[in-house]
């Protein structure tokens, strides 16, 4: 490291990133003791998991997000747009591709930055694990902008059906989602309100019958990662919801009409959602000689060092890190990325300050699934519960809301997320529930 002040770059403002830059920036960046930058590929952050909400057109991304130029004024590091595809571990350099506008002209050309410490924190998506007609035809829910244009989709598909004039054709207004991890459930149940809303907003030539959605999971239950109450309990909301669920089905090709599985079973969609398994983006496969795994993602120690260089971290979805006392590593969820956040800003003060780097324990404190309006289930964990407590309705609901308030408060403190909820509840007293353009 040189005398000037140690350069800190992450790559990446999710989750785990934007709430790690915001810290530094605060702690160090501010009081001009290190320079801190973010890079992103995009001008702006939206929470992950509000994701199927923008899809299913409940919540409008721009209410949200968060520019990363403003955030970066306020908290005390500089925002730098581009995609990163490259690193050079002896000169400390990352590169970042030409930045092109939407008409393919660039704006920014090729560049790099220096390093003294790296966090790598780019997150994941979706893993199509090479089956035929997945990439061609079925939609995913990675980014806002996939986000957007599934409601687009949805949108245009019901504008269609309620004009034609004539009955809905076989099929036309399905929905398949294969999937039923949280994040294929909670669309599921999204979709179902929808159905309900846009019918009530005036497209009545639909009614919410004619929409029929179907959940596909190859493991023989739903929310196959979760206990076993915690999938009874949402199947039989969804099923109730007349949602159709099938599990044990494994697919094995899409075309543009239609889903097959292994067993033979051919389930007819217009619209089909790809949410069924997840990887690290693939310029991090073997990068610069660093050790990852099947997935992409990079494998780090305990201090979420990367295993073969001291100097670069990764967090989030595009880590692997053992997970303590258990046989599989850490889960790709935003809790994880919010506390390996927490860790990288002590362990990179403390090397400032020439302490040792701290472990990373991962603590699950639970899961929760939104089923919409109707309802939320969810296990808590701890030693309160002494294992998993299942829990439902009201209290889980508000758990729910408050995972994502807890972000905002990393992000922005208490008060002015207090201001941000109130001006919610008076915009939503005005605004329609739905997306309606
Ligand atoms: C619909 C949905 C619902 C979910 N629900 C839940 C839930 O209820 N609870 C839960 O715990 N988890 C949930 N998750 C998972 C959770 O969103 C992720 O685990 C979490 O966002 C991971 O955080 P991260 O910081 O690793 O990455 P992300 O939050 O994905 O952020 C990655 C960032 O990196 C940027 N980036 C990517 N590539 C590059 C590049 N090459 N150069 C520069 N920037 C780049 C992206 O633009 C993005 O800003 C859900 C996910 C989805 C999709």
Not at 71 to 98: E, H, V, W, Y
Not at 333 to 343: F, G, I, N, T
Not at 364 to 387: A, F, H, I, P, Q
Not at 395 to 422: D, E
């Amino acid at each position: 490291m040189s005398n000037s002040i140690p350069k800190i770059v992450v790559v990446g403002g999710g989750a785990g990133g934007l709430e790690l830059v915001t810290k530094l920036g605060k702690k160090l960046g501010k009081k001009g003791k290190a320079e801190i930058t973010l890079v992103d590929n995009t001008h702006t952050h939206i929470w992950k998991p509000l994701l199927h909400e923008v899809a299913a057109g409940t919540l409008d991304s721009h209410e949200d997000e968060i520019e990363y130029l403003s955030q970066a004024n306020a908290s005390g590091f500089r925002f730098r747009l581009g995609k990163m595809d490259g690193l050079d571990r002896n000169r400390k350099t990352i590169s970042l591709a030409p930045t092109l506008n939407p008409d393919g002209v660039e704006i920014i050309p090729r560049r790099e930055f220096e390093y003294d410490y790296l966090v790598i924190s780019v997150g994941s998506v979706s893993h199509d694990f090479g089956i035929k007609g997945v990439r061609d035809h079925c939609l995913f829910l990675d980014t806002t902008k996939q986000a957007e244009s599934f409601q687009n989709k949805l949108l245009e598909a019901y504008l269609r059906a309620h004009t034609q004039g004539k009955p809905l054709d076989e099929g036309q207004l399905n929905i398949a989602i294969v999937g039923a991890g949280a994040t294929g459930i909670e669309l599921s149940a999204q979709l179902h309100e929808v159905s309900h809303l846009l019918t009530a907003y005036g497209l009545d030539e639909v009614q919410p019958q004619d929409v029929k959605i179907s959940i596909i999971e190859a493991a023989n239950r739903v929310l196959p990662g979760l206990p076993e109450n915690l999938s009874e309990a949402t199947t039989s909301e969804l099923t109730k919801l007349g949602v159709d669920v099938l599990t044990g089905e494994r697919v094995v090709e899409v075309n543009d009409k239609a889903i097959f599985t292994e067993s033979g079973k051919t389930i007819p969609a217009s619209i089909k959602v790809w949410a069924a398994g997840i990887k690290a983006p693939e310029f991090l496969k073997d990068i610069a000689g660093l050790e990852t795994n099947w997935m992409n993602q990079l494998v780090v120690r305990q201090t979420l060092q990367t295993t073969l260089d001291d100097d670069i971290y990764a967090i989030g979805d595009c880590c692997a890190c053992k997970w303590q006392g258990h046989d599989e590593n850490v889960p790709p969820r935003a809790q994880a990325a919010h506390q390996m956040a927490s860790v990288v800003y002590k362990s990179i003060r403390n090397r400032m300050a020439g302490k040792v780097a701290p472990e990373f324990e991962y603590h699950d404190y639970g899961s929760l699934v939104s089923l919409g309006k109707y309802s939320t289930v969810g296990n808590l964990m701890g030693n309160l519960s002494k294992g998993s407590l299942m829990i439902e309705g009201f209290m889980a609901r508000l758990m729910y809301l408050s995972l994502y308030k807890m972000h905002q408060v990393a992000l922005f403190g208490p008060f002015r997320v207090a201001m941000l909820s109130l001006s919610h509840i008076f915009r939503r007293s005005v605004h329609p529930k739905i997306k309606l353009h």
